[in-house]
């Protein structure tokens, strides 16, 4: 009988554990320093959006976040798991610590004294260089206190942690906020009132001041203009007022125009087509069969978003929606490509649509002599100066030829993402440009009575009594 190798078989058994272990270490190290994540729910609620990611990875120094939470507060919950995609979206530029008030008190105390806050409050401290921004419980929730009368308390109706803090996070890693002026004095409808109130607080949330400028009150426009906005003017500005808004565009400015086709502005239109954008005054429409009721006209517009931009380069999966009147611009590149002016269509209208110039009559229909046909351009930006196809000194402007897309029912989710998207690209934050940050709200099933039983019946009675069943025949199969 030859001799058992011993040896040679524990020096196997030896590097065979060895191998195991060395597998299942690496394993592990690639799973924790290398993996991807998901987010599969319906709503993605902690999905971090483009922009709150490129904002992360863009940041100079790393930015701290304590987050100054009870565990027993509704949102904690929330807060974590966003924290949780901000410290993996981020990496290394944000560091996060967590301070429970009644369990680590040293710590806490030493925050209060620091940052001067009350021992009560449930807070998200933002420091960045030394600058230091506040995001309160009632920042990040909606809450609905309809039931407050009849003795219920408040209900979490929508999570907004993403935005309040990537408002913070731009509050604080700017060196300073960003002076942004809206044209008055031409029967332009208040930021303030009703109709803009929603777009105006989410504008301000880009770490943007919003404030009101009157042209026929200046000699110049402010030098710490940052960009103007021409929204919705019912009346033609003056010579003066459209001499200082050259002006400013000269001087390597920032302009966005948001037509009203409904108004009369034929100076604004001429200052439009000195750089090559002439506002068509027409509506763009088409007509759609009704069946008995004979022939419809649809006035609510798809914008399909172009490729070749940087405002829209994160927009091409999502459509706009214009509602309201809306007219076409047309384009005339060649005109003003010699003045080193570069013509960029943002936003074509959908297919079936058409520019039609005799809106106001009862028998709509298109004229190819008179009309404008598809494609139909509606948004365009405007460059001057651009060496290189880099933002170095030149001069922008974004034209639209719809206002209302920022009021009211218009103003959707991408309809915010184009206009922010803009705004941030006349702003030179290109790594801001792309789909903000969403608020994830709450979803309610509503089952019927008879949903209701079925479900019932489903779960209590027939999964049970088919396990059960299962089980009986498994021990009849031994016993036979």
């Known amino acids: 009988m030859a001799a058992i190798k011993r ?104 925050l209060q004294d620091k940052y001067k806050f009350g021992a009560n409050e449930n807070v998200i401290i933002v420091d960045y260089d030394g600058r230091t921004k506040f995001v309160n419980a009632s920042d990040i929730v909606d809450v609905d206190n309809s039931g407050a009368e009849y003795g219920q308390p408040p209900r979490v109706t929508a999570f ?130 009704l069946g008995p009721l004979g022939k419809g006209v649809l006035r609510q ?23 309201g009147d809306t007219e076409s611009l047309t384009l005339n590149t060649q005109a003003v490509e010699q003045a080193g002016v570069h013509l960029q269509p943002l936003i074509q209208a959908g297919e079936g649509f058409w520019g039609e110039t005799n809106f106001e009559g009862d028998d709509i229909f298109f004229d190819a002599k008179r009309d404008f046909a598809a494609p139909l351009t509606l948004a365009v930006s405007v460059e001057k100066g651009a060496v290189n196809d880099t933002s170095v000194d030149s001069s922008r402007m974004l034209v639209v030829g719809n206002s209302d897309f920022l009021t009211g029912e218009g103003l959707t989710q991408v309809n915010l993402d184009f206009a922010l998207s803009g705004l941030n690209w006349l702003l030179d934050r290109q790594e801001l440009t792309g789909i903000s940050p969403k608020v994830a709200n709450l979803f309610t099933l509503n089952l019927t009575e008879a949903q209701t039983s079925r479900m019932l019946l489903i779960v209590v009675i027939i999964i049970p009594s088919v396990a059960a069943l299962f089980g009986l025949l498994v021990i009849w199969r031994r016993r036979h």
Not at 76 to 91: I, R, S, T
Not at 188 to 216: C, H, V, Y
Not at 309 to 318: E, G, I, Q, W, Y
Request: charged share 25%; hydrophobic share 45%; proline share 4%.
């Open 301 to 323: 517009v798809p914008g399909i978003f172009m490729a070749g931009s940087p405002v829209t380069k994160r927009l091409h999966d999502a459509n706009a929606l214009f509602l």
């Open 7 to 110: 040896f040679q078989i524990g020096f196997n058994v030896v590097l065979q554990v060895a191998l195991l272990v060395f597998i299942i270490g690496m394993v592990n190290y690639l799973s924790f320093n290398h993996f991807k994540r998901w987010d599969f729910s319906r709503d993605k609620k902690y999905a971090l959006s483009e922009t709150t990611k490129s904002l992360l990875q863009h940041l100079k120094k790393p930015a701290k976040i304590f987050v100054f939470f009870s565990p027993n507060t509704e949102v904690y919950g929330d807060v974590v798991n966003l924290l949780k995609e901000v410290q993996y979206g981020a990496g290394k530029n944000v560091e996060i610590e967590y301070i429970d008030p009644f369990r680590n008190f040293t710590r806490a105390r030493q």
């Open 160 to 289: 907004k942690g993403e935005q309040g803090l990537a408002s913070a996070l731009l509050e604080v890693s700017e060196a300073a906020q960003n002076n942004v002026f809206y044209l008055t004095g031409q029967g332009e409808p208040d930021l303030a009132g009703d109709d803009f109130s929603n777009a105006k607080t989410l504008i301000e949330r880009q770490n943007i001041k919003l404030s009101a400028l009157n042209l026929m009150n200046v000699d110049a426009a402010p030098k710490d203009a940052k960009a103007i906005l021409v929204m919705h003017a019912k009346y033609d500005p003056s010579e003066r007022e459209i001499k200082l808004l050259r002006d400013y565009w000269e001087k390597k400015g920032r302009v966005m125009i948001l037509l009203d086709p409904a108004s009369s502005t034929p100076k604004l239109a001429a200052f439009l087509q000195e750089l090559g954008v002439k506002p068509n005054g027409d509506r763009v429409l088409k007509t759609v069969d």
